[in-house]
């Protein structure tokens, strides 16, 4: 018999306030009919869509989810619906809110931004919502959150719009414009609350990725926790067809070809962490984390569906009810214990969504107050609670005695290979290493360095866990090091890396489950103590060695400024935020390039590239970050367009940023200008203030600066040199173009033409870059008297060496020394400045290496002096990098390079001496 709706009321305040504000909740006509599978969804995403303003929208949202909840807890409460119709309505409610409210903000971004239209096939883009955990599973608690991803097919550009944006914008903004559609407190309330930490990099990653970088993220970087969140996952709004292609992407990652035990420890661990937070809280009556309760179910199932999935495809389902029916099927589980967990999982199931429909609040630990308690009980067709909680507890009892069963572990067997028993030593004994084929003087210094890591203070003070988890993977470390031909160089610097993980156990199983990271990270080390100083300095570098194709192909220079901007954002205006996410991924871009660098995988001019690349990538995003900024709390500089106002800040860069030269630990010289607006105009904020452009610009160069040069617990970004502006250190720190102009033509050194060859726009819209490059070319195009030329460089050259060289009679100094870096440098600026006017291909480049190839095309120097330059050049520079990676000064031995020398000083004795 259904229960009176007075009992209703009784048992869930929600729903009497519910009834209060929609009256018609109470009509028969409202609850008893059952409705066929759909009919909610239509209902609710008609009326929803219909909104004709964002406000309506939100009333529409609020209206439906309340009325909705109302007639689902009335159906529930009453024994008119059973617990697979409630949870499977409560997830098309969902669905249908979050569709609708998609859908019709989607409609309204085109037609403002144009369509999102996929790079390689053309097609327009549409965001796709994956619902994880219950709501992926259909199965929605009455009163839940909503896990959510966002992604989309492809990256690309919108078409047809106002100001057409890249798809990775459109869709970020589309995001956040659809959760704050759903999470904003009204008059009516809200729809979810909703949480997005389940996507990639979790609150540090973009709101919404494409396939591409979903896939790659999975591949790389996913978890075994990512892989349980996974088996639930569902397209629950947005292009199911789309979302089914990257379901089949994304299969190998959740479902292993092989059968796969190593799942059943990572369950085991989750779950001890959850265990260990259910006491530390003092939920021990938390139905769905407490012992024997929901999740211990869900870990049952996930636990052969993780081990067998990846070849029986039957185990690969969503929702938990036909998933032990798949096990008990398949005889996984036999049929007194499917029964019985089926049953204590409705009973399970159904006493938490009484539990949330007394208030609507996602609570799952039972009441403690004595009236709620028997209104509980009464709720579940108990007289009392004593009754209702002794069947809890015998369910309760099951699961976990099933649970126990499915995750005990086999007592490990007491056989220890050499590396265990040599680990499990005190290193006294040096002997030890001998017996392991390694020399008396080598083992000596072995056992000794390997003593002073086990008793240092970092190790000493581990917990229980950091300890059990270094005595597992030590012996693969000691296995990986340890040859009769071993280096102990290389030992000391991955134990270094080790001591530095150790407090983060984390790092220690990523070392010890993956073989390659393995391989990789005493690679690097052996390679450069550069890398190993980043890696103990950044020790979340260590992701990157999972993967050889990763670690060893670096970004490209578009998809580095896409991530980059994605960080922007993702982090939106928060500057520490910005600053430590960014300094991370730029540590990781670089890591990268070293490693393939060191391994090989690039050539040095490749090398080059990447790292200015990175370098471009980062000052372009700190230059947005401080233009957005400074935009909020000044308004616009003044002389811009307030309907379609573009950015006049430009960065030159000079040196090796200029000429895409940049090494390992460069700084970058940069120089600050603003183009098109005056000086003296000014802007107006929202509170009437107004500003001169000349002093706003300085402050967002300032704060540009401080964006890439402040240091933080995750390091700096560069180290920024701005000397080389109109008049040096005396001069402002940022200009107008043209004052700029005047001060090269007018008042500028012979030196600073020389800077102004290898200076390029970094940063800046194309008004502003073709203005620069303008100026540039004509300006350095210019007719010049040679030997007046000649005579300024010679001379500045001279004060160069006098001040800077570090030769000595034993080494040589490769940058600053005669017949190094620097000569080659001089004369191709020489040259440019000297024959640009007869052949302005000259002033074209801005890289040693493409001069020289200008040099030899007009014939300027013979050929075998240009092949003799540039030989010279790359061998220096490949050498520089190398000894950077190290950690070294920049100085060889005198003996090295004699021939690349007395080349180069034989071209510049030719140039300049005759």
Known sequence: MPHSIEKVLNWSPFVERLTQRYPDLLESSSYEETWAQGSLYERVYSKVFSAESEAELLEHLRVQRNWMMGRIALRDLMQLSVLVETVSATSELADALVSAALDWHYARFCHRYGTPIGRESGEPQK????????????????????????????????????????????????????????????????????????????????????????????????????????VKARVMAGDKNKGEELFEILRPFVYRRYVDFSAMDSLRELKQM????????????????????????????QAFQLVHGGRDKMLQT????????????????????????????????????????????????????????????????????????????EHRAFVESQFKAVFAQEKECDVRDDMSVLWSSEFNDWHEL???????????????????????????????????????????????LISPNMNLVTLQRVLSVVESIAKRSVYLVLIKE????????????????????????????????????????????????????????????????????????????????????????????????????VAEAVVNVSVEFAWQLMQKRSGLPGGLEVNSPRNPFMVLGYGKLGGLELGFGSDLDVVFVYQGVGSSEQTINANGKTLDN????????????????????????????????????????????????????NKAWNWEYQALVRARAVVGDDESVNAFDSFRTTFLTQVREVNSIRQSVV????????????????????????????????????????????????????????????????????????????????????????????????????????????????????????
């Open 694 to 745: 000349a002093i706003y610009f300085i402050r967002m160069g300032q704060k540009v600066i401080s964006l890439l040069s402040t240091v933080m617990p995750s390091g700096r970004l560069y180290e920024v040199d701005t000397r080389l502006r109109p008049n040096g250190n005396s001069g402002m720190l940022v200009t107008d173009f043209n004052s700029y102009m005047q001060y090269i033509e």
């Open 434 to 480: 001998e017996a392991l084929g390694v020399a008396e003087d080598l083992a000596k210094s072995l056992a000794k360095a390997l003593n002073d890591f086990k008793t240092s203070r970092q190790i000493k003070t581990l917990s229980k866990e950091g300890i059990e988890r270094l005595d597992e993977v030590m012996p693969f470390i000691l296995k990986a």
């Open 514 to 613: 993956n073989s390659e990271a393995l391989e990789h990270l005493v690679g690097l080390c052996e390679a450069s103590a550069w890398l190993t100083e980043m890696l103990v300095k950044y020790p979340a570098l260590l992701d990157q060695l999972l993967d050889e194709c990763e670690l060893y192909s670096p970004l490209r220079k578009d998809d580095l400024q896409s991530q980059a901007f994605a960080l922007l954002q993702e982090t939106g205006l928060d500057e520490e935020v910005f600053m430590d996410k960014m300094r991370q991924w730029r540590h990781a871009q670089v890591f990268k390039v070293a490693a393939a660098d060191l391994m090989g995988h690039l050539p040095l001019m490749k090398v080059s590239d990447y790292l200015t690349w």
């Open 127 to 230: 965001l796709i919502v994956i619902g994880m955990g219950k709501l992926g599973g259909q199965e929605l608690n009455f009163s839940s959150d909503i896990d959510l991803i966002f992604t989309y097919p492809e990256g690309g550009e919108t078409e047809g719009g106002a100001k057409n944006i890249s798809n990775d914008q459109f869709f970020i903004r589309l995001g956040q414009a659809l959760n704050k559609s759903l999470v904003e407190v009204t008059n009516d309330g809200f729809v979810y609350r909703v949480d997005m930490r389940l996507r990639p990099f979790g609150d540090a990653g973009p709101l919404a990725v494409n396939f591409s970088s979903l896939e790659h993220y999975y591949e790389i970087h996913g978890r075994a926790w990512e892989r349980y969140a996974l």
């Open 795 to 914: 001379e500045m050259r001279q004060k160069m060496k006098d001040s800077l060289d570090k030769s000595s009679n034993s080494v040589f100094d490769l940058k600053q020394g005669e017949g190094g870096i620097v000569d080659i440098e001089f004369m191709m600026q020489f040259l440019v400045l000297s024959y640009a006017n007869k052949y302005p291909e000259l002033a074209v480049y801005t890289d040693n290496v493409r001069i020289l190839e200008v040099v030899a095309k007009f014939e300027l120097l013979s050929a075998e002096s240009v092949s003799q330059l540039t030989e010279a050049y790359k061998v220096y520079r490949e050498k520089y990098h190398r000894m950077a990676l190290a950690n070294e000064n920049p100085l060889v031995s005198n003996d090295s390079f004699v021939e690349n020398r007395k080349a180069v000083k034989s071209v510049w004795n030719d140039l300049f001496l005759t």
């Open 274 to 301: 959850i265990v260990d937070q259910v006491a530390k809280k003092g939920m021990v009556d938390n139905i769905k984390l407490g012992t024997g309760g929901i999740r211990e179910i869900e870990f049952i199932a």
């Open 318 to 393: 969503r929702s938990l009810l036909p998933t032990l029916k798949v096990l008990n099927k398949h005889e996984f589980l036999e049929n007194d214990v499917y029964e019985n967990l089926v049953e204590a999982y409705r009973f399970l199931r159904t006493a938490e969504n009484r539990l949330q429909m007394w208030g609507d609040q996602q609570t799952h630990s039972l009441p403690t107050n004595d009236s709620q308690q028997c209104l509980l009980a009464n709720s579940m067709g108990f007289n009392d609670y004593s009754a209702f909680y002794a069947v809890l507890n």
